[in-house]
């Protein structure tokens, strides 16, 4: 696992929900840059949306970071999207950030950000919601496969952020499961029964994610994943 950095300057990001998918379907990927001090709930920041509660947002997903260091290795793996597609807020994310990735946080990392605290409590699963942001079809599996996911945040504490906050790591409860370490045991290696008993067993994950290690374990079988990944098709209108 490499180094992390004692303080990382978060860029602050937000969005509402807007029709977005081939049938209306919502969503708040759309984020923007903070003007102001923003208060941060145990449900997430102050005028930020999300567009499909039963999938996105909740006190295990309060808050999603994107690393900032992620869009340079997109703009070069798809060079034949336009750059501007890949700014800061392209993945639906509230906070950005240089230093911090898949690689060197941890499950269970605690972090102050400005007056609040916070917790990463899982990583992020990819939806189509990706393809139609930008424009290519098999985006989100994409984002699974090179495990350049961001993650979420559980809100330990609530509390004012201002654009630019510091984000200072407090507290590494458990430095041997690295968000990198997860996602390769959630999506490459996804049977293997000693990942999953330890899966189930972190008490810092979020429920949802301890409960696939455990429908995993029970079935010996992987979730399909095609719904979440795949567009949906366009319905047909009747009159």
Excluded at 36 to 58: I, K, N, S, V, W
Excluded at 148 to 167: H, K, S
Excluded at 208 to 237: F, M, Y
Aim: aromatic share 8%.
């Amino acid at each position: 696992m490499s180094a992390l950095p004692p303080v990382a300057t978060a860029r602050l990001l937000v969005g509402r929900a807007l029709p977005f998918g081939p049938n209306g379907e919502p969503s708040a990927i759309d984020k923007h840059p903070a003007v102001r001090p923003l208060r941060l709930t145990a449900t997430g920041f102050e005028g930020d949306e999300q567009g499909d509660p039963r999938h996105h947002g909740g006190p295990d997903k309060a808050v999603h970071h994107y690393p900032g260091e992620h869009y340079a290795a997109w703009r070069l793996e798809l060079p034949e999207l336009l750059a501007e597609r890949f700014g800061v807020g392209a993945f639906g994310e509230n906070l950005g950030t240089i230093g911090l990735t898949e690689a060197n946080v941890c499950i269970g990392d605690i972090f102050r950000l400005g007056t609040a605290l916070i917790q990463v409590s899982q990583a992020r699963q990819p939806c189509w919601k990706l393809n139609l942001r930008f424009g290519k079809p098999d985006m989100s599996r994409r984002v699974q496969e090179s495990a350049r996911t961001g993650w979420y945040y559980r809100v330990l504490e609530t509390g004012e952020v201002a654009p630019g906050a510091e984000l200072r790591l407090l507290d590494r409860p458990r430095p041997d499961w690295p968000l990198a370490h997860l996602l390769h045991h959630l999506y490459a290696d996804p049977l293997n029964v000693d990942a999953l008993a330890a899966i189930k067993a972190l008490g810092a994950l979020s429920a949802s994610w301890r409960e696939l290690a455990q429908r995993r374990l029970t079935s010996g079988q992987v979730e399909d994943w095609s719904r979440r990944l795949n567009t949906p098709a366009k319905q047909a209108r009747h009159p």
